[in-house]
């Protein structure tokens, strides 16, 4: 591997004769990318002094003589550039998207719902015949694929239109907060939808049709409440709220949630390595995870299980030393929240996430690993 410094590049390749080429072509002139709107114009929304930097892109607006010219037209392909930058013992990742079509934008009501005792929180736009069509492709493959689609081919079954039910829904919302008193997790799911009446119509269809045995239903100020059985102590209540469908674990957190909505207080502290965007705007908190806690919990509670498992397996030092492992405490005081906002911009979006792990790479490891257990399993 051979390296040359120009300016403030470090150039790398397996070849000399690549390096001296490349140096040639470095001159006061702009070259490469640099000739390329689309590349100045990304290069414009992520920070300039970022340790890392990534662009990928279509076809660009610039002359002929440009090196992506074989790509496709950047219309079919947005144009992505990623900056990372670290921040201490945080990863800062921005990415700005191109794109030339408005987006869906989502207000984050959800945000009403967290407390600062709040796990998990994820807001995300929907577009239900995508999903429908991906877990067709995927189902062979997937089992949870292959349940998915049972569900959704039960949706349509039931007489629903599932067309019509794509155009409504606009996005999802999870809320997940811990009640250290109680010791319970309190979960919470929104859908926002344009048309409230038509889709509380679809959920009684469905409710009719599938479980007829199993729900009530009753009013709440002005909208429909309904109950649903899912086993004999456990009473899941869901219902409409304006334009969002909120479920929740019982009645009694289904009356509180209601409320919050209402009351619109954000009950989430920020976090000292992020200031949070105000939810009535175009921005909106995308994602949001205790990692500290999440860690504490789940460290905590398998640390114990591999030292004592060592005594009775010994084939499990040969592959890990439990006396090694770290006291929780000492992983955990490194831990901040992962929080990542969005911004609609003119000319795209721009998405900021900040923590140990941003939610880029925390939903990285997500996906690799579900697709190893799936490996694993076939």
């Known amino acids: 591997m051979f390296a040359?410094?120009?300016g403030q590049w470090l150039l790398f390749s397996l070849r000399p004769e690549a390096l001296r080429s490349s140096l040639k072509r470095i001159g006061n002139k702009p070259a490469g990318l640099e000739t390329s709107e689309v590349f100045r114009q990304c290069h414009?929304?992520?920070?300039?002094?970022?340790?890392?930097?990534g662009f990928v892109s279509g076809k660009t607006e610039g002359p002929s003589s440009s090196p992506s010219d074989w790509?496709?037209?950047?219309n079919a392909i947005p144009a992505v550039m990623l900056a990372t930058k670290l921040e201490g013992p945080n990863i800062h990742d921005t990415v700005f998207t191109r794109v030339t079509s408005g987006q869906t934008k989502l207000p984050a009501k959800g945000m009403y719902l967290t407390t600062p005792e709040t796990l998990a929180y994820i807001s995300l736009p929907l577009d239900l015949l995508h999903i429908r069509e991906l877990t067709r492709r995927m189902a062979k493959e997937w089992g949870i694929a292959q349940t998915a689609e049972q569900y959704l081919n039960e949706v349509t079954n039931s007489g629903v239109d599932f067309h019509h039910l794509s155009e409504v829904v606009k996005g999802a919302e999870i809320v997940i907060n811990q009640k250290p008193s109680q010791d319970v997790l309190d979960g919470f799911f929104l859908l926002q939808v344009s048309d409230p009446d038509s889709f509380a119509g679809m959920i009684r269809k469905i409710l009719q049709q599938e479980f007829p045995d199993r729900w009530t239903e009753k009013d709440m100020g002005d909208s429909p409440v309904f109950r649903f059985a899912a086993g004999q102590s456990?009473?899941?209540?869901?219902?409409?709220?304006?334009?969002?469908?909120?479920?929740a674990r019982n009645e009694e957190a289904y009356a509180e949630a209601r409320a919050r909505?209402?009351?619109q207080q954000i009950g989430l502290r920020a976090p000292s390595n992020y200031k949070f965007v105000d939810v009535s705007?175009?921005?909106?908190?995308q994602f949001y995870l205790d990692a500290n806690t999440l860690f504490e919990r789940g460290?905590?509670?398998?640390?114990?299980?591999?030292v004592f498992g060592a005594a009775l397996v010994p084939n499990l030092a040969d592959f890990i030393d439990p006396n090694a492992l770290p006291e929780t405490s000492e992983v955990c005081k490194h831990l901040t929240p992962i929080l990542m906002c969005r911004r609609e911009l003119p000319d795209g979006t721009l998405d900021d996430s900040v923590g140990p792990l941003t939610a880029f790479e925390a939903s990285a490891l997500g996906v690799g690993a579900a697709a190893g257990l799936n490996f694993i399993e076939r």
């Open 71 to 74: 790509l496709p037209s950047s």
């Open 281 to 285: 705007q175009p921005s909106a908190v």
């Open 4 to 6: 040359v410094r120009s």
């Open 44 to 53: 414009t929304h992520v920070p300039s002094d970022a340790d890392f930097f």
């Open 261 to 263: 909505l209402q009351d």
């Open 234 to 247: 456990v009473n899941f209540v869901f219902g409409m709220s304006g334009n969002y469908f909120v479920a």
């Open 299 to 306: 460290y905590g509670s398998i640390r114990p299980m591999l």
